[in-house]
């Protein structure tokens, strides 16, 4: 068994409060609005916290047709999101198991940093996944996360 970690920093131009409210509390009403022709329906099993399952049905043309999660950790003070995930993702075929850890911190008025960790184990014990693969995992996450950015700054009257 060879675990692997990798870790991504982003800079946000938003507040982390806002984006959490919009993005990682548990409302997932703003996903399909601020990630149009990514992200089409939002489904949660749950009432949000530990335990709850949920699942993304992606737009077509991503390639994937569905990404489901299992929240592990759902810390509004801390501002962290641990998830499971149990399928999807184009990386995940390869791997036996894949947790995903999104903490915000605070960067100033009106901004803040997202650090994505992804821990995983690849199939059989296989060697850790490739620099490009290890990239495609945290730049999805990522990628959500510049997504509901924009469409906070366009709109910033939401989750204020």
């Known amino acids: 068994m060879v675990a692997s970690s990798i ?9 982390a409060d806002r984006l959490w409210k919009a993005a990682l509390a548990g409302d997932t009403s703003a996903l399909p609005k601020a990630c149009a022709g990514f992200i089409d329906a939002v ?21 994937v047709a569905t990404f489901k999660t299992r929240v592990l950790v759902r810390d509004a003070a801390a501002r962290l999101l641990r998830s499971e ?11 036996k198991s894949q947790v995903t850890e999104v903490k915000l ?7 803040c940093v997202a650090r994505v960790t992804v821990d995983y ?12 693969d290890q990239a495609k995992l945290t730049q999805g996450y990522l990628g959500l996360i510049k997504r509901v950015e924009a ?6 009257d939401e989750f204020a």
Request: glycine content about 16%.
């Open 7 to 15: 870790t991504e920093e982003y800079a946000v131009a938003v507040s």
């Open 43 to 63: 489904e949660v099993e749950g009432d949000g916290g530990p335990g709850s399952v949920s699942t993304l049905k992606l737009n077509p043309a991503v390639g």
């Open 85 to 95: 995930v149990l399928e999807g993702g184009k990386v995940s075929a390869q791997l």
């Open 105 to 111: 911190e605070p960067a100033g008025e009106g901004a």
């Open 121 to 132: 184990e690849p199939l059989d014990g296989a060697a850790p996944l490739p620099p490009e």
């Open 151 to 156: 469409y906070l700054v366009a709109n910033r």
